[in-house]
């Protein structure tokens, strides 16, 4: 999916609020900003979103030597481990705990703050737990899942992923399959690593665990290598906003999320607040 001009001032948003979490003074916001904002002037802005977010936060990042998500990250994966045991209750005691597990993974996709600014995780699951889907592809997945050996799975956030791993169980129990992982390479907003997999021990439920682009390393989600890991896999699954932006052009994937932005609402011909299970 290619970036709108509504992507520009979104992430000028997102590196204003990711250097707030670094506590550093107002003069230096405005000095990355303004680096920022130099370099989205010269940069290609008909490429995907998550490329353009890709050059900024990079920029973010070497300005204050780190991740300014780390305690953010960590706050959310302990959040969303902390209802875990409720919800699991809540999956395992539903008529079809593998759609159930569903919505509940598609409710942890709130947990974003490259979209959202606030957000109620208990409040979201329980409304998602009976909202319509917008799309809803759910007797494809289970017909492809009965037959699927291997499945590629592109997470999404910090905390969220506490919610996939739900699924995941749920999965296994259905099918006996290897489940290839897919997280960024190094940090870039609350996006989810392999540090965030083990810290919630996901990384213990999947066999193999391979790397997208930060910006500084690991796979652009439209690359030739990405293209190549979805034709190796039988079931594909592609989990919220930023996946479906930089997956789209693939065909035989499942994306799961909730629509958090106008661009998405926009491209998905639905609204905000959509919650989305479409085979494209």
């Known amino acids: 999916m290619k970036a709108k001009v509504d992507c520009i001032p979104c992430v000028q948003r997102q590196i204003i609020k990711a250097a707030q979490f670094s ?3 107002e003069e230096e916001i405005e000095e990355i900003l303004r680096e920022v904002m130099q370099v989205l002037l010269k940069i290609n802005w008909h490429t995907t979103p998550p490329e353009i977010a890709h050059v900024a936060h990079r920029i973010l990042r070497e300005y204050i030597g780190g991740d300014p998500y780390k305690e953010v990250k960590k706050e959310s994966n302990d959040l969303a481990m902390k209802i875990y045991p409720e919800v699991k209750r809540i999956v395992e005691g539903s008529e079809d705990p593998l759609r159930t ?11 974003d703050f490259g979209a959202m600014l606030d957000f109620d995780l208990e409040k979201t699951i329980k409304e998602v737990l009976n909202k319509k889907f917008a799309y809803d ?3 494809l997945f289970v017909k492809k899942l009965e037959s699927a050996e291997k499945i590629l ?7 969220e992923i506490v919610f996939d791993k739900l699924l995941i169980e749920e999965i296994k129990k259905k099918r006996d399959a290897k489940i290839t992982a897919v997280v960024k390479a190094g940090p870039i907003i609350n996006d989810a690593t392999e540090d965030d997999l083990k810290y919630v021990s996901l990384d213990s439920l999947v066999d193999e665990i391979r790397y997208l682009s ?3 390393k690991g796979y652009e989600r439209n690359s030739g290598e990405v293209g190549r890991w979805i034709k190796e896999h039988d079931l594909i699954i592609s989990k919220g906003q930023g996946n479906y932006e930089g997956l789209s052009e693939w065909k035989g994937i499942f994306y799961m999320l909730m629509i958090k932005c106008s661009v998405i609402a926009e491209d998905l011909n639905g609204k905000i607040g959509d919650i989305v299970l ?3």
Do not use: H, Q, S, T
């Open 23 to 25: 506590n550093i003074k």
């Open 101 to 111: 597990a569903i919505r509940v993974a598609i409710a942890g996709n709130i947990i």
């Open 137 to 139: 592809d759910y007797p």
């Open 153 to 159: 799975y592109f997470f999404d956030n910090a905390g």
């Open 214 to 216: 930060n910006g500084e």
């Open 278 to 280: 479409l085979y494209k």
